[in-house]
């Protein structure tokens, strides 16, 4: 088992920034990729972005340039650093847990899913 932990999430204005963390516990081991999900109301769950443990990324184009996953193998943390902020980036955001190989954004392939926090972005 894996467990997720999110925190990091709040309000923030226009073009501000937010860092998303994640805390894994359990048998991390058993990760092989990481991502951030966020589901907004009324709309479905989208992958903002993953990262494998040899670091490859993959970011949605709609985030690209502003999102940055990154990761700390050793503390078991994965970041979502976001800049530049937008209305439409607020949403519930979720870390979530692969355990089998080949990096992607498309979230049932994850296994194991944190509670979310919440981001939002005042105009």
């Known amino acids: 088992q894996v467990r997720l932990v999110e925190f990091g999430g709040g309000s923030v204005q226009y073009g501000g920034s937010l860092r998303l963390s994640c805390e894994a516990s359990?048998?991390?081991?058993?990760?092989?990729?990481m991502g951030w999900f966020r589901q907004a109301p009324g709309k479905p769950r989208e992958g903002v972005a993953a990262?494998?443990?040899?670091?490859?990324?993959s970011e949605a184009q709609l985030v690209e340039g502003r999102f940055t996953i990154s990761q700390d193998k050793a503390k078991n943390m994965v970041y979502l650093q976001m800049n530049n902020l937008k209305p439409e980036d607020t949403a519930m955001y979720y870390c979530?847990?692969?355990?089998?190989?080949?990096?992607?954004?498309?979230?049932?392939?994850?296994?194991?899913w944190g509670q979310g926090t919440q981001v939002t972005v005042s105009s």
């Open positions: 979530a847990a692969k355990t089998t190989f080949g990096l992607t954004r498309l979230d049932v392939l994850y296994n194991y």
């Open positions: 359990g048998h991390t081991d058993h990760i092989y990729n």
């Open positions: 990262i494998d443990s040899y670091g490859s990324t």
